[in-house]
């Protein structure tokens, strides 16, 4: 006999729930211009900055490859006898333990050796 009580109750509660939202009026909202304005000069001020940053990026890669597939000449001197081999090699073809030349010549350093590179 409770149970059914509780439920009516809670029904009348719910509908008296529904009743209240559906009651409450619309609001309008004023817009303020200058806040439209601010957003739009946020919004282009950002996009610009990206744009600038984009531009950066792209210039500072180009200048990386372009520096990095220059002709170089370098040095292999031999610390013991005081020996001087020289290569033309372009810079990204150097690596610690030796270099590819521009002919596709492969050379290993020795431990003894010692690699000066002569920017051209």
């Known amino acids: 006999m409770i149970g059914k009580i509780l439920i009516t109750l809670a029904v ?5 729930m529904m009743l209240s939202a559906r009651a409450k009026p619309k609001l309008r909202t004023v817009v303020n ?14 996009i610009g900055f990206m744009v600038v940053m984009v531009l ?3 210039t500072m890669i180009y200048l990386e490859v372009d520096q990095r597939s220059s002709i170089v000449t370098v040095h ?4 013991q ?3 001087t081999k020289s290569y033309r090699v372009k810079k990204n073809e150097i690596h610690s333990d030796g270099f590819t030349t521009m002919d596709g010549v492969q050379v290993f350093v020795a431990a003894i050796e010692r690699i000066e590179i002569d920017p051209q």
């Open 33 to 46: 211009p200058a806040t439209v304005r601010n957003r739009k000069l946020m919004r282009n001020a950002a």
């Open 81 to 83: 006898s005081g020996t």
């Open 76 to 79: 292999v001197i031999n610390t």
């Open 56 to 58: 950066a990026a792209g």
């Open 12 to 16: 009348i509660a719910g509908c008296m």
